[in-house]
């Protein structure tokens, strides 16, 4: 009896501190920006979806991201959430939200990955189509 006990707080404590430490990524990693698109060029990007949105892997000089860097994580757009989206739902809610001064969170790609490698979901980045809409 006292073993299950130990083993339920201890996985109430795990449980605690993984939340404990996504708050501090919550806080100190995420920056907000503004997409820029261009009419010939779309966004420049090259993007593959990783579990907590679309990773940058290229930015292209025309139209440019002012805001971006190559190994950041667009974790949302426009408000919308995209951590947790299985590929063809990103694709979908990033295509719908896609234009020229779209809202930006972003995140750098170790720290959301490295805080979720205890969790069965966040499996490496894996290559996905990027929304057709960006090339």
């Not at 025309?62 to 757009?77: H, K, N, S």
Request: charged fraction near 25%; charge should be negative; include cysteine.
């Amino acid at each position: 009896m006292e073993l299950l006990m130990d083993a339920v707080a201890l996985e109430e404590l795990r449980v605690q501190a993984k939340r404990e430490r996504q708050a501090e990524f919550d806080s100190a990693q995420r920056r907000a920006g503004t997409l820029r698109v261009s009419g010939c060029a779309g966004a420049g990007l090259e993007m593959i979806a990783c579990p907590h949105g679309y990773l940058v892997e290229q930015i292209d000089d025309v139209p440019g991201q002012a805001d971006l860097r190559a190994g950041d994580v667009i974790l949302g757009i426009n408000g919308v959430r995209l951590a947790g989206l299985t590929a063809d739902e990103m694709e979908v809610v990033f295509a719908s939200n896609f234009a020229d001064g779209a809202d930006l969170q972003i995140g750098c790609h170790e720290e959301p990955l490295r805080h979720s490698a205890e969790d069965a979901a966040a499996a490496p980045c894996a290559a996905a189509p990027a929304p057709s809409d960006l090339t």
